[in-house]
């Protein structure tokens, strides 16, 4: 195979009338589907990691998981599908990220919060471990130790909370002088 011609084979697709496809062709059913489709696979990801858990993933807001999925996905299609063109490609791409914008912009509301984040989870509560708590967002007895020991705690009387964060982070706090945590730091964490 000479090289003219494997560079032919890489920038142009053959269509079914044997002629070269344009990096640019389109059409109005396939732009609507394209952006139907981010639209779906978007609200896809974003259910998905609801329902398996913020485990899912590691320091990423479910948005940001969404977002860089997508994203990778859209693109290497873009990429190696001879069937999906640059402007397909690029327009998947805003679409991504104007549906990023407009779920920042509702996040702002109480409402729209509760249906798409996941709320911080109380998993230690003193020196008490809330083991339906540890099942619900899926960590088990050996992650909490070890999160336990990271935050340099050789005694459960060392705690006064321990929070298993949205992001997937487990935070330890630590009972000094028997200050009670402050409500405001609290509001938002399920019992």
Known sequence: MSTIYALQLLLFAQNSNNQPSSL????????ITIVLTSIGIYSAIIIYTRIFGKRSFSKMSSFDFAMTVAVGSITATTILADAVSFLEGALGLVMIYALQLIAAY???FKWFRKVIDNQPTLLMDGEVILTENLKAVRVTEGDLRSKLREANVVKLSEVKAVI?????????????????IDDWLLKDVQR
Do not use: C, I, P
Not at 24 to 31: G, T, V
Not at 164 to 174: D, I, P
């Open 24 to 31: 640019f062709d389109y059409s109005a059913q396939s732009l």
């Open 164 to 180: 298993f964060e949205t992001t997937g982070n487990m935070v330890v706090l630590h009972n000094k002088n028997n200050d009670s």
């Open 106 to 108: 509702f996040r702002r």
